[in-house]
């Protein structure tokens, strides 16, 4: 059984930071294709971060304009765990993050049940 477990979420000030961790069971991070999306209240889920399956993920990161130059996205292999890191918040990036995890071969997805971030003063 595939399990996306978010954590990291929570209240902070503008300007602020917060780092998010997802951990996975069930499947090896860096065999899939993963990535952090957001859903604000009335609006559509977005893509925050990718970062696809493989050793060179690093260098093919994707981000979304609004979030380029103040989130990073990473994963640790050995704790089977990706991250996003979050700097100089603002409250248009107040959202729900869920983890997201699809299967290089198969496509399979698979969602985490997503952490709060509320950015306020």
């Known amino acids: 059984q595939v399990q996306l477990v978010e954590s990291g979420g929570g209240l902070v000030q503008p300007g602020g930071s917060l780092r998010l961790s997802c951990v996975a069971s069930?499947?090896?991070?860096?065999?899939?294709?993963m990535g952090w999306y957001r859903q604000a209240p009335g609006k559509e889920r977005e893509l925050v971060a990718t970062?696809?399956?493989?050793?060179?993920?690093?260098?093919?990161?994707n981000y979304a304009d609004s979030v380029k130059g103040r989130f990073t996205i990473s994963r640790d292999n050995a704790k089977n765990t990706l991250y996003l890191q979050m700097n100089g918040l603002k409250p248009e990036d107040t959202a729900i993050y869920y983890c997201n995890a699809v299967g290089r071969l198969t496509r399979r997805t698979f969602w985490g049940q997503g952490t709060q971030v509320t950015v306020s003063s």
């Open positions: 069930g499947i090896i991070v860096s065999s899939n294709d």
């Open positions: 970062m696809p399956a493989g050793v060179s993920a690093n260098a093919d990161t």
